[in-house]
T-cell receptor, first 113, second 115 residues
């Protein structure tokens, strides 16, 4: 157990809908990273937050957005869902500001039907 | 941006043999290279990592080597066991603004260890 929690574990929804994925980092971690894992694209970085501020953006679609709250938990919002958005969504957090290691949560499996 | 290539995509070995997985990266500013093991349907788990100021690091049966000049790094697993069977991902990242940046992953290597 990495100490990073994610909810929900599974999510099944229809095309066009909107969902919110939640991540709680390890206690004391300031950075949260979101990754998408699909069969054809592998593990891809979406977005990073550091102490409440957006730090970096990867291949994140405009239909997707995220935020990190004052208690450091983060939410990833996916809207106007398409079949191709079906994937595993992981968040990861860094132990301390000066640390390198990222520890992953258990992921949320999103199925869009 | 950074690009990480990983080879081979699949690797099958006999129990007790060694396994080697290789990765190359494109951005010379990358300074941190972790390896993750992922079992089916589970989270990627950090198994070993190396920073750019180190050439080799060992942890029991696993080791990682880094060649900064050639921009490649490798994972070595000795005395493989069936429980080593999983998908292994290499990654690269760089540090900036006082915090570590995002990971750029290779496509993964599916390792099968046959008893």
């Amino acid at each position: 157990d990495s100490g990073v929690t994610q909810t929900p574990k599974h999510l099944i929804t229809a095309t066009g809908q909107r969902v919110t994925l939640r991540c709680s980092p390890r206690s004391g971690d300031l950075s949260v990273y979101w990754y998408q894992q699909s069969l054809d694209q592998g593990l891809q970085f979406l977005i990073q937050y550091y102490n409440g501020e957006e730090r970096a953006k990867g291949n994140i679609l405009e239909r997707f957005s995220a935020q990190q709250f004052p208690d450091l938990h983060s939410e990833l919002n996916l809207s106007s869902l398409e079949l191709g958005d079906s994937a595993l969504y992981f968040c990861a957090s860094s132990l301390r500001q000066e640390d390198y290691e990222q520890y992953f949560g258990p992921g949320t499996r999103l199925t869009v039907t | 941006g950074e690009n990480v290539e990983q080879h081979p995509s699949t690797l099958s070995v006999q129990e007790g043999d060694s396994a080697v997985i290789k990765c190359t990266y494109s951005d010379s500013a990358s300074n941190y290279f972790p390896w993750y093991k992922q079992e089916l349907g589970k989270r990627p788990q950090l198994i070993i990592d190396i920073r750019s100021n180190v050439g080799e690091k060992k942890d029991q049966r696993i080791a990682v080597t880094l060649n900064k000049t050639a921009k490649h790094f490798s994972l070595h697993i000795t005395e493989t066991q069936p429980e080593d069977s999983a998908v292994y991902f290499c990654a690269a990242s760089m540090r900036y603004g006082g915090s570590q940046g995002n990971l750029i992953f290779g496509k993964g290597t599916k390792l099968s260890v046959k008893p």
